[in-house]
């Protein structure tokens, strides 16, 4: 018969799978994707007893690497040596001249400020519903649905470039 620490053990070790898929997403790149996931295991080995039994393991787990992520990217927005996040260049005014970024989806994924990222790989990619995407966030689930929206429309404008209507007419029209 297992004993209690060996079932959690072997409970955690079944969502390495998921979690390294969400962390290479995250992270955008093997290495610190792996760091990503290997510290997502050490805090869940040492914040175990905050675990509920009963609750869905792999959610908890996301949680975890989604607030490890974010305070690397806050630690790094804090850093001198880089901008912010949302300080990237202006986008050139010459169709062609990032064609080979719009068809790549991971650069476009890069794009995406963390916030949106997440949401969107939470419900897209792990398969999350709205609901669980926004516990494992900690946001409402209205939010989730307006980073998803925002998400995806600029993952489409990344990816196609911007409709005609959004060349001519950038600003939005809004109703009185």
Known sequence: MIDGAAKD?????????????????LAGDAAAADDLVQDTLERACAKWSLWR????????????????????VRDWRHDDGHAALEDG????????AHAPEMLDL????????PALRSALL?????????AEAAEILQVPIGTIMSRLHRARETV?????????????????????
């Open 9 to 25: 053990v072997a409970q955690i070790l079944g969502h390495i799978p998921a979690l390294r898929r969400y962390a290479r997403l």
């Open 53 to 72: 039994p009963g609750t869905d393991l792999r959610a908890w787990l996301m949680t975890l690497m989604h607030n490890i992520f974010l305070n690397r």
């Open 89 to 96: 260049p202006e986008p050139a005014h010459e169709p062609m």
């Open 106 to 113: 991971h650069r476009a994924l890069d794009r995406l400020t």
């Open 122 to 130: 939470l419900v897209t990619v792990e398969e999350y519903t709205y």
């Open 156 to 176: 489409r404008v990344l990816m196609e470039g911007p409709t005609d209507a959004q060349r001519t007419h950038p600003l939005h029209l809004v109703k009185r």
